[in-house]
Structures are given as C-alpha cells and as structure tokens.
C-alpha cells in the first residue's frame, strides 16, 4: 500500500483461514480448558461405567444337512442358486441362535428370570434382593446382549455374550450354544423320525402296485402268445425278412428290365438288311452270330458279280440272289425266336414280382402289428420298471434313515467353546479419554471461533490491516494499572516504584515525557517513525488525530504523537479541536477560557492562543470556550487562517478532534489536513464502526496515513512482534522500568490566567 492510501481503495476484507487460525490461537488458553474439562468428565464418566465382558464361541456350520428323501431329480440346481440356497441357510442360522426359542429356553434352563443381577446386568453378589421377571422380558434382554457374526470367506460364525460379570458371561453363551447345537440336532431327529414313519406307511402299497404291474404284463403275454422271445428280437426278425424280399423284388425287377431293353432292340433290327444286330445279341448266340457271318458273305459275292457287270438273269447271279435269300430268312428266323425267348423270360419275371411283392406287404403288415403290440407291452412294461425302482428306492431310504436316527447326525459344530473372559471390553478407557480429547478439542475449537466470530472488536494488529485494509503505524500499549486494581503484578510494580523513588501514577498522555525509556514511549516513537517514513519527500505537516467512537484514546495518541516529535527536535504545536469535549488543557494543567476559539472571534489574538508546555519543543494550543455551533466554526474560513498562521509558526501541527462517527468535526476537519489518523482501541472499537468511519473519510476525499492500535495488551501473542525492550544498567527488559520523576509538581488546581505565551516564531 502506498504511503498514504486513500480510503476509497480500502478492501473489504473477510472471513479467512488465518482469521480462525489466529482466533484458536489467542484463546488457547480456552481451548485447552475445555478440552482438559472435557476429557477429565469423560475419564470419570468411564471410570464410572461398569465393566463389560465378553464372553466368545466359534460354531461351524455345514449347509449339506442330511435329506432322508435323498436329492430329488431338479433339486440340485445350478451354481448359482446353490450359492444363493447357502446364503439363505448360513443367514437362518445366525438369526435361530438369537431366536427367541433359544433365549427363552436358556432363560428356563438357567432361571436368569429370577437372577437380579443379570436383569440389572452388575457383578455376581451385587444386589442380594429377589427378582422375578418374565420369561419373554428376560428373553429380550439376553438377545440384546447376544452378538452373531459370520465369518467371511468361511462356514464359520462367531457368537459372543456381554455381560458384567465375566464367569455368568461363559456360563450363560455355552447354554446358548449347548441349546441351539440340540435344538438342531433334535430337528434332524425330529425329521427323520417324521420321514422314516412316511417310508413305512408306503412300502405296502408300492408293493402291492409292483404285483399288480408283474401279473398284467404276464397276461398281455399270454394273450398275445407272446413266448420269451422278446418283441425287440421279433422285431429284428421281422425287419431282416423284410429286407430279404426287397433285395428279391429288386433284383426281378432289374432283370426284367434287362430282358425288355434287350427286346426292345431286336425288334429294331430290319427286315432287308438283318446283319445290323446289336453286338450283345451276337455275343450271347454263336447261331445267329454264324448266320450274318453267311449273310454278309452271301451280300458280298451278289455284288461282286454286279460289279463284274453281270445281270439279273445271268446264271450266277441269279444262283447268288438265290444264296443271299435263303440266308436272311434263316437269319430273320433265329432273331424272331429269340424275341420270344425274351418275351416269356419278362412274363416270367412279372409273375415273380407279383409274388415278392404280397409277400412284402404281409411282412408290412405284420409289422405295423407289431408296433401297436410293443406299444402296449411297453407302457405295461414301464408300468413294472417304475414301481420296481419306486419300491427300491423307499426301502433304501427307510433303512437309510433309521441308521440316520440311531447315529443322531448334526451338521453344527462347536469350535472353540466359551471361556471365562479376563480384560473387559467396555468401557474403552484409552479410546473413551481419546475420544473425550478429541471432543474437547474441538469444542475448544468451536468455542474459540465462536467466540472471535461474536465479538467483533479490533484486538490483533494483524486485524486492522486485514479487516480494514489499513497502514497499521503502531500499536500503543495499554497504561499500567493502579496497585489497587493490577493485584499481585500491581503490588510488585507498586514495590518498584517506591525503590526507585517514583510517583504512583504518571498520567498516560505523558508517559512519553516523564518515562523516555519505558516500552510505552518506544511504541510512540515506532509510531513517530512510521508516520514520517510514509511520506519521506512530503512530509504530513498537518496530522488530525480521530478515532471512530468516543473513549478510543485519541488525545492519549495525540500527546504520544506531539511529544515523540518535539523529542525528535521538531517544533510541534498540539491542537485541540474537540469544541465538544476538551480535554488537552486538563493533560497539561492549564485553564480553557482562551484558545482556539477566540482567534475565530479575534484575528488579532492568532499568536497568543500558543502555551508553552512541559515538554520541550511543544506548544499547546486549548480549545478556549467552548461554542454551541462547533462544526460551523471548524468550516469556517477564519479557521482555516488559523490553521495557516501555525503551519507558518510550527513544524508539525497535531489536531486532537472529535469522533468521527458521533459529530461531523472530524469529517470536516480532515478536508483541512495533509493526513488523518485514526486511533482504534483495543478490544473495544468494533470492526464495523471503524469501517463506517473510514467509509466517512472517504466521502469527503481525506487522505489517510493509517490507524493506531491504542490500549493493546502486549503481553499476549498476538503482539509478539510490537514488544519493546527498556535499556536497564545490566541489559535490556521488556517490562520497562519508569523514567526519571517528572519535574513538573503533581496536578494543581487550574491557573486562573495562563502564565505566557510564547510565539516560536
């Protein structure tokens, strides 16, 4: 920020991690009672408690329960429903052992219904009166105290009792086991009593159905004529014959086909030129193959000699027509007595196909018998199969579960049985005092937070620059307090004092003066030094010093301010400007019927309205009588020469003026000034009084050098960095012995006329 930062570029600056953070840590004293408040009442509250044991035991379980019926077909499942089926069981179980059937019994078994201890749940012997509760009530109260807990991954489950008396604990959780492992053992028992008194009452009957099923599949075989021959094997039989006449049938058939195509082609051949025979034909008769074998030599010799040029009627070939004739109709003859060898041989062929083929369908025939007989042979045959198994199967089982009753099979076992448990498990002392810590902690820190969050006063000097966003010039400390009202730490000041020869009380305005080395005079000249570093080059000539409410200690500051200046060699003149409440001239003993106000009446009386002081180099400059119409007066331009005629005469001008919140001096005085500070007292002045006063300056344009933190209390942390150190003979102190007596007699009444005047000038 600049030297001097205008108040219109003041930030609004909020809630912040550091603001809690320097909230817990100023009130850790706070914090730290709560918790230690917190965790002592936990720590008693859990010492009071009474002790809780528990008592443990391991049971296993095996879902595969043993089923007299056995697995019925469609029973087994898929793996997933087997998966979902144990689920079903292990979470039955864990509910059983808490049922109220087991609790109740175990109530019976042990009469805790009458036991005043249990029902109050104390140590053994605690209480000696009688109780006598319900079954059902007592039943309760022991399934509350009962925990069930599977084991994951595992057929294992944990089952644990708590009670307060480590002995009754193990007696009364292996009772409850004892009852829930016999209890299901007694259902296993139960149900198989049940089953193998069902399996006898069926025995009977499915005797008398198996019988019953023999005798009707005798008499089907009776009556059908059916020998021991099975209707599987007649069957066979029937299909190999039946395979037989096809074979035949086809091979006829085949055969005439051949006889007919081969018939077929004789009748192709023709009448003139019989020698075109098929060759199959000529293969098979060595008769017909002689007879073309003479026709075709006949055909040739006929025409060589028409070749030769010899007629018709010549002799020899006449006698060779003659020869050719003769040979073809002996040929034609044996062709024609072959197609009706062929013709009987396919009328042959169809009178045996016509056999084959009834001979055919009366095997089909009997057949289809057949089918209808093995449908009926074979339901009466199923019929038997069934009550056969069925009456297997029920002896099986009726002798399987009378075994299963004599062995008495239970499918839960108990692991590891209960023991007498030695540490309690309640009340947690370790975890109850953490918790109890933790807990106070953060109510401490709740508290803490809560409480910087409702007060809403300015302590730390880091909150004046954060939540106002202003130049912090110093922090002035709080002034000693009387012996009568500091206690112990005012007795030991009150002795020191009196060793040093010191008065016991030096007025806070002029600390600075009469107590040069004290720490309150080092954090006036911090203050001094930060004012004429924020502007080097131009010097604030003229300071208003304001505060925003009444009772903040800006004339303290003011004094602080004028007297570190003077100190520094400056001529300084004090003004006060409050025409409300005066009060400089009371700090410095003098009278208030001449001042400031009689220079706005009397121009002439400029220069004599300055008193020297007790401070070198200091003039003041009182308030003089007090006008009923302040603001216009400090508006006025006589009072703006006035302010001009002592920046003429002096170095520094120090203006003392009212609230700015309360009048509107303030505000108009500041338009006066080359700078304005403003004084906030510690834990008092509250944040948003102090951002309506700056937010006052800033709408008349005032320029401000920055805010002093007045009446701070150094010795906490939050001011670790504002300490100062007095110089002793033997080294430095924090607690800064006074400064020499001051020279001036102790306050005297007020003079009736002041004793000079001096004009520095």
Known sequence: MNPATPVSELPDVRLSALTLWLAIR???????ILTALVTAGMAFYTLGQTKIFEATATIVFDPNVPRPLGDQPGNSGSDQSSYWNNVEYYTTQNWMIRSMRVASQVVKDLELNKDPNFLANVPAGSLKKEASGSVEDTAAILMKRLKVEPIKDSRLTTVSLRDADPKRAQHILSAVVDTYTQDNLDDVFESATTAADWLRG???????????????????????????VSIDDQSNMLRAEMTQLNQALTERRTQRERVVSRLAELRKVPADNPAELPAQELLASATLGSLRGRFVDADRALKALQAEGRGENHPSTRSAQAQLDSVRAALLAEVKNIQ???????????????GLRGLYDAAEKRALDLNLLEI????????????EK????????????????????????????????????????????????????????????????????LKAPDEVERELGAVLLGVLPAAP????????????????RAAAAEPDHVPIELTVHLRPTSGHTEAARAIRTNIVFM????????????????????????????????????????????????????????RNDFGVTSALLDRSVQDAIVFETEVPNLWLAPTGPIPPNPAELLHSDAFRGVLNRLQERFDRVIIDSPPIIAVTDAAVLSTLVDGVVVVVRASKTTKELVRRALKSLRDVGSQLVGVVLNAADVEDDSYSAYKYYS???????????????????????????????INPS
């Open 481 to 496: 307090l009387a012996p009568a009202q500091a206690g112990r730490r005012g007795a030991r000041e009150a002795r020191r």
């Open 535 to 590: 502007s080097p080059d131009n010097p604030h000539k003229t300071l208003l010093i304001t505060s925003a409410v009444p009772s903040e200690g800006k004339t303290t500051v003011a004094c602080a301010i004028a007297t570190t200046m003077a100190q520094a060699g400056q001529r300084v003149v004090l003004v006060d400007c409050d025409l409300r409440r005066p009060r400089l001239h009371s700090v410095f003993r003098r």
């Open 202 to 228: 069926q025995v009977g009957g499915l005797r008398n159905d198996l019988e019953s099923s023999e005798l009707a599949l005798h008499q089907f075989k009776m009556d059908r004529n059916i020998l021991s």
């Open 390 to 457: 069925l009456f297997s199967l029920v002896i099986e089982r009726s002798k399987e579960t009378d075994l299963t009753r004599a062995l008495r099979i239970n499918n839960v076992r108990v692991v590891d049985r209960p023991l007498v448990p030695q540490l309690p498990v309640t009340p947690n002392v370790p975890l109850n005092i953490a918790g109890g810590v933790a807990a106070g902690l953060a109510l401490g820190l709740l508290a803490a937070i809560g409480k910087e969050q409702l007060d809403r006063t």
């Open 376 to 387: 009926e042979y074979g339901r009466l045959r199923r019929g038997k199969e069934t009550n």
């Open 727 to 757: 110089y002793r003979g033997e080294g430095y102190s924090s607690k800064a012995p006074p400064g020499p007596p001051s020279p001036s007699a102790p306050p005297a009444p007020e003079r009736a006329e002041p004793t000079h005047h």
């Open 26 to 32: 100023k009130n850790r004293l706070l914090v730290a």
């Open 340 to 354: 009706e060898s062929y013709a009987r041989d396919a009328t042959g062929f169809e009178h045996e196909i016509a």
